[in-house]
T-cell receptor, first 112, second 115 residues
Framework: GNSVTQMEGPVTLSEEAFLTINCTYT??????LFWYVQYPGEGLQLLLK?????DKGSNKGFEATYRKETTSFHLEKGSVQVSDSAVYFC???????????FGKGTKLTVNP | ETGVTQTPRHLVMGMTNKKSLKCEQH?????MYWYKQSAKKPLELMFV???????ENNSVPSRFSPECPNSSHLFLHLHTLQPEDSALYLC??????????????FGSGTQLSVL
């Protein structure tokens, strides 16, 4: 079946450090891929998405590229801020009628 | 503000209590969802309603009973819960059948503790 595997957390970084959160997926066909973010005390929000191979999603300085050959969608940011502290979820959706499949989430803490 | 409001934010209940979680969306969406978020586990989809009709029930125990009286409101009725049901319960909505249907809008959740 469809599944998403993301790196175990928690991840702790200093401000302005480089961030990578790994995400790989298993799915038949060509799913759409997403990163959602959950700030403390809030629900999830869509951060970025990519709908086909080699697409790059980007938002708020975060980027992720849809790599079909490695079935990956790693999240990166060149310089993290304290306000980026949150839980990040990788997710996929195989088609318009199917539901989102989420990973377990990776907690990021950025220290000043 | 995501346009999806959940109440209460926190709930503590005993195993013999009956309580309900409420979700309201102000986005005009036609689909609503209940998710369960537990530590160190993937987000679990519990129920889906499209146009007020339940279209998915992911083997959820009968002690959880959803209700969708209209396309803007969704309830989760709780009865005889177990301590392992303690979790954050998230409501979400989306507009199915459109190019933007992949985006879910989430509420802030109800943090449930079962004693």
């Amino acid at each position: 079946g469809n599944s998403v595997t993301q790196m175990e957390g928690p991840v702790t970084l200093s401000e302005e450090a480089f961030l990578t959160i790994n995400c790989t997926y298993t799915a038949t066909g060509y799913p759409s891929l997403f990163w959602y973010v959950q700030y403390p005390g809030e629900g999830l929000q869509l951060l970025l998405k990519a709908t086909k191979a080699d697409d790059k999603g980007s938002n708020k300085g975060f980027e992720a590229t849809y790599r079909k050959e490695t079935t990956s969608f790693h999240l990166e940011k060149g310089s993290v801020q304290v306000s980026d502290s949150a839980v990040y979820f990788c997710a996929l959706r195989r088609g318009g009628s199917e539901k989102l499949v989420f990973g377990k989430g990776t907690k990021l803490t950025v220290n000043p | 503000e995501t346009g999806v409001t959940q109440t209460p934010r926190h709930l503590v209940m005993g195993m013999t209590n009956k309580k309900s979680l409420k979700c309201e969306q102000h986005l005009g969406h036609n689909a609503m969802y209940w998710y369960k978020q537990s530590a160190k586990k993937p987000l679990e989809l519990m129920f889906v309603y499209n146009f007020k009709e339940q279209t998915e029930n992911n083997s959820v125990p009968s002690r959880f009973s959803p209700e969708c009286p209209n396309s803007s409101h969704l309830f989760l009725h709780l009865h005889t819960l177990q301590p392992e049901d303690s979790a954050l319960y998230l409501c979400a909505s989306s507009q199915e059948g459109t190019p933007t249907n992949e985006k879910l809008f989430f509420g802030s959740g109800t943090q449930l503790s079962v004693l």
